[in-house]
């Protein structure tokens, strides 16, 4: 009767591996499916995200960190690699800005004076240097913004167009849907 429960056991242990392994399979299957199409700066901005996740996940089996911390980074992870698909599909561009991702207790890590999450609009710019794309829910709200580049923060001074540390205004006119300025690049493929 006992070797019969242990042969169960390993049987059902057996099973249940191999459902994992199709799992994880299938996600990565999805995942490069999500890919295809995309050029080598975001394709490579992809690779270094799974990159970061299996750092993360080497933490976590190693016990070098607590199961939140890893849950949160996974998360961000996560929301980082939906926002920079979701930037490259929209803009059918071969780039990405710098992406920032923040849950809400997190806001101070950007802000001296964070905004409220209730007043972001996608477009806004935050003290010339940081540009609000909107959220992504990846267990846990994250808050996603686009730092700008020299240039870009250069144009919105010239023209008036950003505020002061801890002021906000849109990029654009009040009702900019215009996320990143667009670049152009040759021969992405």
């Known amino acids: 009767m006992n070797i019969v429960l242990r042969i169960q056991s390993l049987s059902l242990l057996a099973l249940l591996c191999l459902m994992l392994a199709q799992g994880q399979a299938r996600a990565q299957d999805r995942s490069a499916e999500d890919e295809v199409g995309l050029g080598p700066v975001v394709s490579a ?66 802000f001296e004076r964070p905004p409220a999450l209730t007043s972001l609009r996608a477009g806004e710019v935050f003290n010339f240097t940081l540009r609000y794309l909107g959220s992504v829910r990846s267990g846990e709200n994250f808050y996603l913004f686009a730092r700008l580049d020299p240039y870009e923060q250069t144009e919105l001074r010239k023209n008036g167009t950003g505020l002061l540390d801890g002021q906000q205004t849109p990029a654009k006119g009040a009702n900019s849907n215009e996320k990143t300025r667009p670049r152009r690049v040759r021969n992405p493929g």
């Open 45 to 110: 901005y992809l690779g270094y995200l799974r990159n970061e996740q299996e750092v993360v996940d080497d933490r976590v089996s190693r016990k070098e960190i607590s199961r939140a911390y890893y849950r949160r980074n996974s998360n961000r992870i996560r929301a980082l690699r939906e926002m920079a698909i979701r930037i490259a599909r929209e803009s059918n561009n071969d780039y990405l800005p710098e992406l920032e991702a923040v849950a809400g207790d997190e806001l101070g890590t950007l």
